[in-house]
């Protein structure tokens, strides 16, 4: 097949080379975004009056024709073509003869694969914000749900301070909404438009890159036509938010798979969202948490990859940043399935509260409580802290808890020590106490949902907003 920058070669390019630099078989995907590109293009050129009014008619039908034809399934992406630019420019030649050779005045595959990409990501970057935000809100439900619930809380996987279960949750949440607030961020560095730089340098015909951006309702356009077609900034931006996302949905994975398994009996998971063993049949396995907790470490992979392919990359484009659209695409497939299926599990999932107090009973989650006790009565807290450790000692020799001692035993170890005592290291008591400033009492932790409710409503309402300036 003759290529449509073959002017230049005596020779056919080698079919094993053909089928390794060619990006079809990725960048199909980026069908609509370069169509509608080429579409703005077309009429650009004919306000310019760089093409007749007619003939961007012309290829502008053309296009839309491609366009029904390749969501009708009766396109035939080819190889040889190379990458969905080729592909679609020589159908378009192929259907409205010479005139679908003037799409291309004034632009590079250079600029029209960037802005395919731009656009695309824009479009992803709304249908994860939404799953983003289903998540926080189904976090959210689990929290109001389970704002009188006590549980352990743990530093070093160590049974540590009584919490509720609502105020553990709540830190999830608050770190998904961190999440969007990065979402932002990548949305405004990808929301910059950069055809019209050409492959490098420009174009030397009048063009009208704002009329484009208008067309395509981008909020800005590249300042310099170099960085224009060598900037994946935005990319890396996006995946290293989505590293950011996948680690926080793993650490809840691995509290998920702790929490559902016979020894911390905290959850139960929907069998919906479980498997079983194709050998023990007592099994039930938290997969979904699992494979979360897994497909962490392939999207850092595509970060990390992206990173080392920019790294040493000369001014402008570079056959390299091909390599920028398998890993985007894997990350962003993978993170949408992870958000819906995460969703759907917390919202299946049974708490188990009665266990949750149990646990938060024993052991001596209440001797920071019984120090702070000492530090009201007059004494200083290292003192306190000594006072309290001595009387941990005293009771994993004896076999018992703080709640456990006699007023003569606290006395033993303190006379500052009165009846109040064990009223004041009730797990009970030590939840409410903590009413500091996000802290775990129970109307901070009310207070907390309500400000977590209303920056959920916000980031709703951006997303609106992306909505309204995406095409």
Not at 12 to 21: H, L, Y
Not at 136 to 147: C, F, G, R, Y
Not at 421 to 438: M, Q
Request: negative net charge; aromatic residues 8%; glycine residues 8%.
């Amino acid at each position: 097949m003759t290529k449509l920058w073959g002017g230049r070669f005596v020779k056919g390019t080698d079919r094993a080379v053909e089928e390794f630099t060619s990006s079809i078989s990725f960048d199909s995907r980026l069908y609509k975004q370069d169509i509608a590109g080429s579409i703005a293009h077309a009429r650009m050129l004919a306000k310019c009056g760089i093409i007749a009014g007619n003939e961007a008619e012309i290829i502008i039908a053309g296009l839309q024709g491609i366009l029904a034809d390749i969501e009708a399934g009766n396109f035939s992406f080819e190889i040889a073509l190379e990458d969905i630019h080729m592909n679609i420019e020589k159908r378009l030649t192929d259907r409205i003869g010479p005139t679908g050779g003037k799409l291309h005045t004034a632009r590079s595959r250079n600029d029209q694969v960037a802005l395919d990409t731009h656009l695309y990501l824009k479009q992803e970057i709304i249908s994860i914000g939404q799953l983003l935000c289903d998540l926080a809100a189904a976090v959210l439900e689990v929290a109001e749900k389970h704002q009188d619930t006590i549980m352990p809380g743990y530093t070093h996987l160590q049974r540590a301070q009584p919490i509720l279960f609502a105020h553990h949750m709540l830190a999830y949440l608050f770190m998904l909404l961190r999440d969007f607030s990065r979402l932002t961020g990548v949305w405004e560095r990808t929301d910059i438009m950069p055809l019209g730089a050409g492959a490098l340098a420009g174009t030397t015909f009048p063009i009208d890159r704002h009329f484009v951006a208008e067309q395509l309702k981008f909020g800005a356009i590249y300042d310099n036509s170099i960085d224009a077609v060598s900037d994946r900034d935005y990319i890396l931006e996006f995946l290293s938010f989505a590293s950011i996302l996948m680690l926080h949905l793993s650490r809840l994975s691995e509290e998920i798979i702790l929490w559902s398994s016979a020894e911390f009996s905290f959850i139960e998971l929907d069998d919906a969202h479980c498997t079983g063993s194709s050998i023990m049949p007592q099994k039930k396995n938290p997969d979904v948490a699992e494979l979360v907790r897994g497909k962490t470490g392939r999207i850092f992979g595509h970060l990390m990859a992206l990173l080392t392919v920019a790294k040493g990359l000369p001014l402008a484009y570079n056959k390299d940043l091909q390599e920028d659209k398998e890993g985007l695409f894997d990350t962003i497939d993978t993170l949408k399935f992870s958000l819906s299926v995460y969703a759907a599990m917390l919202r299946g999932m049974k708490v188990n509260a009665p266990r949750l107090l149990e646990a938060a009973r024993q052991d001596f989650a209440n001797a920071t409580d019984m120090a702070d006790y000492l530090v009201k009565k007059g004494l200083p807290f290292r003192q306190a802290h000594e006072v309290v450790g001595i009387s941990v000692r005293h009771c994993i020799e004896a076999g018992k808890k703080l709640t456990d001692l006699s007023l003569a035993e606290f006395k033993h170890f303190s006379p500052l020590f009165e009846t109040d005592i064990l009223e004041a290291i009730k797990v009970e008591t030590c939840v409410n106490a903590r009413n500091s400033y996000g802290g775990t009492s129970p109307e901070q932790v009310r207070q907390a949902i309500g400000r977590g409710r209303n920056i959920l409503s916000k980031q709703l309402s951006r997303l609106d907003t992306y909505r309204e300036n995406n095409i």
